[in-house]
C-alpha cells in the first residue's frame, strides 16, 4: 500500500516537473552592467493580435489576461513564439501577471525592453505609464509610482508595427505578404528579452568605459538614477581575483573616473582579454546603495592615413555579413549558445570579425564577441525607409542614438554604420542633410570609434570609413573595377551621385554573395530558382572554391583596401549564399573555406598577378 502511494506520488511529482517548460532566455540580458537581484519576465504571456487596431477603443489596456498565450521574447510571427503568424500584423496586445517581492519595498522597480517593434505603450493596472517609439532600442521604465511591494499587478503591452509606411527603421523585414529575394519574414512586438530589477534611489543608472590605452588607463563616466551629495562611487579594475585598480569619487553626473592599470593587457580577436569590473556607490554611513558588475577590454580603434589600427597596429578586417536570423526565432535566437555558436562558426570560417547587418544585435551577442575576440560593426536596422521624409529622419535619428548610447562600452564594437545603400534620389537636399546628421551625431556621441556613414549606396560629405559594395564575380573584372586608376580615383559605384573618395580608410564592405544551395529540404517548396545569390550558380565545389578564392585574393591583393566583408555567414530564407545554411550546417570543406579567408596579403598578390598573367595568354 505505501509503495503504490510512493509511485503515485512520484509520478504526480515526474507529471508536474514534465509540464513546467523551461523559461527562455532566462541569462541576465545586459551583461555589462549585471545586478544579483532581478526577475525574468520571459515565458508565457497571453496576447491579442489586433488587426483592425481597435484595441484602444476596447480598452484592452485593462485586460487580465487575453485568450492566446505566446511565449515571449519570441515575436509571433516565430515558430517559438507558439503561433507562427507570417501575414502583416499591425497591432498586438500582451498581457502577464508582475508579481513585485516584498523585498524591493522603497526601491525604483525598472522594468526592462530589450526589444520591442516598434511604437510600444505600457499599461500597469489599466493605467498608461509610457511609451517609447523604436524598434531596435532597448529601454526601461520606472514603475515605482505604479505598483507596490508584496503585490501583483497587471501588465499590458501595446505595440504597433508598419514596416510597409516606410517611416520607421524596419531592416530586412518584408514589405510583401511573403519573404523575397533578400528581404524576409517580419519581426512585429516584443522580440527581445523583458526583465525587471530593485534600484535604490541613489543607485546606478548607468557607466559608461572608454579605454585609454596610450595613457593605461579605463575613464568610466557614471550616471545615477538620483544623486546624494554623501555618497561615493568606487570602481574596481580587476585581473583574475588581483586587484589592478581602483578609484572612489563622489557620486556625482559630472564625475569621470580615471583608474590606472598597471601592466596592461590588451584586448583583441587574438587575445581577448577581459578585466573584471565592480562598481560601488556607497552611503555616508558606509552601507551599500547599489552594486553592479561590469567588464572591459582594455584596446583601442584608429584610423591613420587610411589604414585601421587595432592597439597602435595596423589590422585588416576580415569580416563577414550576420543578419542575425534564425529560422524558428527571426530576430530571436533561441537559447544563448545559439548566440555563442554563430561566432564560433565565424570563426572557424577564417574571419576575424563581423558587420553586423540591418539589425541590432542581442547584448549577450556582444558579451560572446568580447569573450571569444570577434571585431563587430554596429548598424542600425534602416535600409527601405524614405530617407526624404522629416518623419522617417527623426524617427531614425532618435532610434540611433538610444543604440549608439546602449553599446558605447562593448570592447568588440569597433565602427558605427548607420545607414545601408542610400539608393533613393535625394529630394530638397533631404536624404544628404539626414546623412551627415547621423555622422556628426554619431561622432559626438562617440569619439572613439571611426563611422561607416553609408555602407555602400550614394556617399555624401563625410564619412571615416569609405565603404562600398561589389558583386562582380568574375575575377579578372572585378580586379579592373577595384584597382586605382593612373588619376588616383578608386572604384566609386556612383561617381555621379557620391562624393568622391578623399584618402579615408577604404573597405570592401559586401562582395561575393555566391549562390550555392546544397540540398532543398522539404519545408524549402520555393523553387529552386526563385532562391536569391549573385550570379550564374557555380556548377561544382571546385568551381565554387575557384571563385571564392580569387575574388578573395583580388580584394586582398589591392594596397588601399584595408579591409573586406564577405556576404555572408549563414542563409536566410530564400538567400542561399551563405558559408553555413540557415540551421548551421556545414555546406564546405571547412579547412579550405579557412585558408581562403586567413590567406596572407602578399600570397594573394602573387596568385592575383599569375592569375592575370593566364588571362592575358
Given at each position: 500500500m505505501k509503495k503504490s502511494i510512493l509511485i503515485a506520488?512520484?509520478?504526480?511529482?515526474?507529471?508536474?516537473?514534465?509540464?513546467?517548460?523551461?523559461?527562455?532566455?532566462?541569462?541576465?540580458?545586459?551583461?555589462?552592467?549585471?545586478?544579483?537581484?532581478?526577475?525574468?519576465?520571459?515565458?508565457?504571456?497571453?496576447?491579442?493580435?489586433?488587426?483592425?487596431?481597435s484595441g484602444m477603443e476596447n480598452k484592452l489596456y485593462e485586460s487580465?489576461?487575453?485568450?492566446?498565450?505566446?511565449?515571449?521574447?519570441?515575436?509571433?510571427?516565430?515558430?517559438?513564439?507558439?503561433?507562427?503568424?507570417?501575414?502583416?500584423?499591425?497591432?498586438?496586445?500582451?498581457?502577464?501577471?508582475?508579481?513585485?517581492?516584498?523585498?524591493?519595498?522603497?526601491?525604483?522597480?525598472?522594468?526592462?525592453?530589450?526589444?520591442?517593434?516598434?511604437?510600444?505603450?505600457?499599461?500597469?493596472?489599466?493605467?498608461?505609464?509610457?511609451?517609447?517609439f523604436g524598434g531596435a532600442a532597448s529601454w526601461a521604465v520606472d514603475i515605482s509610482r505604479y505598483v507596490k511591494a508584496g503585490s501583483s499587478h497587471q501588465l499590458v503591452v501595446y505595440a504597433q508595427d508598419d514596416v510597409r509606411s516606410r517611416l520607421q527603421p524596419g531592416g530586412k523585414q518584408s514589405r510583401r505578404l511573403h519573404s523575397y529575394e533578400c528581404f524576409y519574414t517580419r519581426v512585429t512586438g516584443i522580440w527581445a528579452p523583458v526583465w525587471m530589477e530593485p534600484v535604490q534611489k541613489?543607485?546606478?543608472?548607468?557607466?559608461?568605459?572608454?579605454?585609454?590605452?596610450?595613457?593605461?588607463?579605463?575613464?568610466?563616466?557614471?550616471?545615477?538614477?538620483?544623486?546624494?551629495?554623501?555618497?561615493?562611487?568606487?570602481?574596481?579594475?580587476?585581473?583574475?581575483?588581483?586587484?589592478?585598480?581602483?578609484?572612489?569619487?563622489?557620486?556625482?553626473?559630472?564625475?569621470?573616473?580615471?583608474?590606472?592599470?598597471?601592466?596592461?593587457?590588451?584586448?583583441s580577436p587574438e587575445t581577448p582579454f577581459l578585466y573584471d569590473v565592480e562598481y560601488t556607490v556607497s552611503g555616508a554611513e558606509g552601507n551599500i546603495i547599489d552594486n553592479v558588475r561590469a567588464y572591459a577590454g582594455m584596446r583601442k580603434v584608429e584610423l591613420r592615413q587610411g589604414v585601421f589600427y587595432l592597439n597602435n597596429e595596423p589590422y585588416y578586417q576580415r569580416l563577414v555579413l550576420d543578419q542575425g536570423y534564425y529560422p524558428d526565432g527571426q530576430w530571436t535566437a533561441p537559447t544563448d549558445e545559439a548566440l555563442k555558436q554563430d561566432i564560433v562558426l565565424a570563426k572557424e570560417a577564417g574571419f576575424n570579425g563581423a558587420r553586423l547587418h540591418q539589425k541590432v544585435f542581442d547584448q549577450r551577442y556582444f558579451y560572446w564577441a568580447d569573450h571569444l575576440g570577434y571585431l563587430t560593426w554596429g548598424e542600425s536596422p534602416s535600409w527601405e525607409m524614405d530617407w526624404t521624409n522629416q518623419i522617417a529622419a527623426r524617427n531614425m535619428i532618435?532610434?540611433?542614438?538610444?543604440?549608439?548610447?546602449?553599446?558605447?562600452?562593448?570592447?568588440?564594437?569597433?565602427?558605427?554604420?548607420?545607414?545601408?545603400?542610400?539608393?533613393?534620389?535625394?529630394?530638397?537636399?533631404?536624404?544628404?542633410?539626414?546623412?551627415?546628421?547621423?555622422?556628426?551625431?554619431?561622432?559626438?556621441?562617440d569619439r572613439t570609434r571611426p563611422v561607416v556613414t553609408t555602407s555602400?549606396?550614394?556617399?555624401?560629405?563625410?564619412?571615416?570609413?569609405?565603404?562600398?559594395?561589389?558583386?562582380?564575380?568574375?575575377?579578372?573584372?572585378?580586379?579592373?573595377?577595384?584597382?586605382?586608376?593612373?588619376?588616383?580615383s578608386v572604384y566609386n559605384h556612383f561617381p555621379d551621385k557620391s562624393a568622391p573618395w578623399k584618402g579615408e580608410a577604404y573597405m570592401i564592405d559586401e562582395f561575393g554573395g555566391i549562390r550555392w544551395v546544397q540540398q532543398m529540404k522539404a519545408k524549402e517548396v520555393t523553387p529552386a530558382e526563385q532562391f536569391w545569390g549573385y550570379g550564374k550558380d557555380p556548377q561544382s565545389l571546385d568551381e565554387y572554391y575557384q571563385r571564392l578564392e580569387e575574388q578573395v585574393n583580388v580584394i586582398l591583393s589591392i594596397p588601399y583596401i584595408t579591409g573586406f566583408c564577405?556576404?555572408?555567414?549563414?542563409?536566410?530564407?530564400?538567400?542561399?549564399?551563405?558559408?553555413?545554411t540557415y540551421d548551421r550546417e556545414r555546406k564546405f570543406d571547412m579547412e579550405r573555406i579557412h585558408r581562403i579567408f586567413t590567406k596572407s596579403r602578399e600570397q594573394a598578390r602573387q596568385e592575383v598577378d599569375k592569375m592575370l598573367k593566364e588571362r592575358d595568354k
Open positions: 506520488v512520484m509520478a504526480l511529482f515526474f507529471t508536474a516537473a514534465q509540464a513546467q517548460p523551461t523559461q527562455p532566455r532566462s541569462e541576465y540580458p545586459r551583461p555589462q552592467f549585471e545586478r544579483a537581484d532581478w526577475q525574468c519576465l520571459n515565458g508565457t504571456w497571453t496576447c491579442e493580435l489586433d488587426f483592425g487596431q487580465k489576461g487575453f485568450g492566446r498565450n505566446i511565449t515571449v521574447p519570441f515575436c509571433p510571427e516565430s515558430e517559438l513564439s507558439g503561433i507562427g503568424h507570417k501575414d502583416f500584423i499591425p497591432a498586438i496586445w500582451y498581457h502577464r501577471t508582475l508579481s513585485i517581492p516584498q523585498a524591493w519595498d522603497g526601491q525604483h522597480i525598472l522594468l526592462h525592453f530589450a526589444g520591442v517593434d516598434y511604437r510600444t505603450k505600457v499599461f500597469i493596472d489599466g493605467k498608461e505609464v509610457f511609451e517609447h541613489n543607485g546606478l543608472k548607468n557607466v559608461r568605459i572608454t579605454p585609454d590605452l596610450d595613457n593605461s588607463q579605463f575613464v568610466f563616466e557614471p550616471e545615477f538614477l538620483e544623486t546624494d551629495a554623501e555618497a561615493t562611487f568606487t570602481v574596481t579594475v580587476k585581473d583574475g581575483q588581483k586587484v589592478v585598480g581602483s578609484k572612489t569619487v563622489r557620486a556625482s553626473n559630472s564625475a569621470y573616473v580615471a583608474v590606472p592599470v598597471k601592466k596592461v593587457k590588451t584586448w532618435a532610434e540611433w542614438e538610444e543604440c549608439v548610447e546602449r553599446d558605447y562600452s562593448v570592447p568588440c564594437l569597433v565602427a558605427w554604420s548607420p545607414l545601408n545603400e542610400t539608393w533613393m534620389e535625394d529630394v530638397d537636399n533631404q536624404r544628404a542633410r539626414l546623412t551627415n546628421d547621423l555622422y556628426f551625431m554619431t561622432r559626438r556621441l555602400g549606396g550614394y556617399h555624401e560629405g563625410f564619412t571615416d570609413i569609405y565603404a562600398e559594395h561589389t558583386y562582380v564575380q568574375d575575377p579578372v573584372a572585378l580586379y579592373h573595377q577595384l584597382e586605382m586608376k593612373p588619376d588616383g564577405y556576404t555572408q555567414i549563414v542563409d536566410v530564407e530564400l538567400e542561399k549564399n551563405g558559408i553555413y
